[in-house]
């Protein structure tokens, strides 16, 4: 799929397990100028098309609780959207762990919609089945397993700029191989390998976003030709995906504690990319949870 011109008509399909977003990211796509339409039978959807204003911006929230659901009917929709003059129809799957979905079911106390009556883990497991072919075939795909109603807003934000206009966007972000690999990367870099500033008394309480930690990090001799050749294997590969239609793509570093040597590397490569007129974002996957936390791990 090409990025989307400003001239065709934009919409999109908003899907994805219950409990992992879909309601909120069509609340920001809604401030941003979407018109919104949750749950609206599958098949008054057609009638729909003809009949609203052709011209604004669409947002549509699908999940299994639609009357008549069926992923080959969303899926056979968007390819017969995607074939008519001057519209541009593009799927965003709210995807995340079950072991999340789980505790934010017991945290509300709700039932999960596809077992009323039994576990929710058991309804989370079907549904998630049931969602395999269209998190398949979603063009946008965002993981909010780990993100906050904010941070969830600025990666919706990104994906669906204001006005229909989308770039390739880049998300940089660090994590600790502690916690595991994040979900939904394109490309994973390991910095484990470096000098650990956690082993300076000094440096040990601050993290990667402060110069000193920086300036620590890139005394390792290996520092200058890794961050090099990490960077020239960006620049490769960014316009190709570009050129194939691809709307966003995730680079992670990773290091012990996600704290300072990963936090440092995705702070120098976003900037870089950013000068090279990338469209950048940049997350720290553990400094926000010990930011919600108020803890510190070593």
Request: contains cysteine; aromatic residues 6%; hydrophobic residues 40%.
């Amino acid at each position: 799929m090409t990025a989307p011109d400003p001239t065709l008509r934009r919409i999109v399909f908003v899907t994805g397990p219950s409990g992992a977003g879909r309601s909120s990211a069509l609340n920001v796509l809604e401030d941003a100028g979407f018109e919104v339409i949750d749950n609206l039978p599958m098949r008054l959807l057609p009638m729909l098309f003809d009949e609203t204003d052709q011209t604004r911006p669409m947002a549509l929230g699908i999940d299994a609780r639609n009357r008549d659901f069926a992923t080959n009917r969303v899926i056979d929709l968007l390819g017969s959207l995607s074939s008519r003059a001057g519209v541009v129809a593009e799927l965003l799957f709210l995807d995340c762990s079950t072991d999340v979905l789980l505790r934010r079911f017991s945290e509300t106390r709700r039932r999960h919609p596809m077992a009323p009556a039994d576990r929710p883990a058991d309804g989370i497991q079907a549904e998630q089945d049931l969602l395999t072919p269209l998190r398949a075939r979603a063009d946008v795909l965002i993981d909010t397993s780990d993100l906050n109603v904010h941070e969830l807003r600025a990666e919706v934000e990104h994906w669906f700029a204001p006005g229909g206009k989308r770039r390739l966007t880049v998300t940089v972000q660090s994590f600790s191989y502690k916690r595991g690999l994040p979900r939904s990367v394109d490309m994973v870099y390991d910095c484990r390998f470096l000098k650990n500033p956690y082993w300076e008394p000094a440096l040990r309480d601050l993290n990667g976003t402060d110069a000193r930690v920086a300036a620590h990090v890139a005394t390792d001799p290996r520092y200058d030709d890794f961050a090099q050749k990490v960077f020239d294997l960006s620049l490769l590969i960014l316009p190709a995906c570009r050129e194939e239609g691809k709307s966003h793509f995730s680079i992670a570093f990773g290091c012990t504690g996600g704290q300072h040597r990963s936090v440092a590397l995705a702070e120098s490569h976003a900037l870089r990319l950013a000068e090279e007129g990338w469209q950048v974002s940049i997350r720290h996957r553990e400094l926000s949870a010990r930011q919600r936390t108020g803890t510190q791990e070593t």
